[in-house]
Nanobody
Framework: QVQLVESGGGLVQPGGSLRLSCAAS????????MNWFRQAPGKERELVAT????????TYGDSVKGRFTISRDNAKNTVYLQMNSLKPEDTAVYYC???????WGQGTQVTVSS
């Protein structure tokens, strides 16, 4: 079955960095467009970044553009989100998702606070 396991979250000070990972299994990862979403308390889930199957094209939400970088390693069935210059408003649970599949992982909590 489809499994998505996010990791790498934690508590970080404003201006700091984190690298999230999402290990995927149960589907053709190397053919899948992958997304990172986030959901802050009391807010709707927000699309943060997308990467095509080969990694040749990446898109970002306006709120993270220039600070976050999505990447993938198809040999490891893993997608990453490098987050730099973190702000308190980046605090959320972060999820990865294959674009065409309706499965979600448990998410990983990112908290940006001094």
């Amino acid at each position: 079955q489809v499994q998505l396991v996010e990791s790498g979250g934690g508590l970080v000070q404003p201006g700091g960095s984190l690298r999230l990972s999402c290990a995927a299994s149960g589907f053709a990862f190397s053919s899948a467009r992958m997304n990172w979403f986030r959901q802050a308390p009391g807010k709707e889930r927000e699309l943060v970044a997308t990467i095509t199957s080969t990694g040749g094209s990446r898109t970002y939400g306006d709120s993270v553009k220039g600070r976050f970088t999505i990447s993938r390693d198809n040999a490891k069935n893993t997608v990453y989100l490098q987050m730099n210059s973190l702000k308190p408003e980046d605090t959320a649970v972060y999820y990865c998702k294959a674009a065409t599949l309706q499965y979600w992982g448990q998410g990983t909590q990112v908290t940006v606070s001094s």
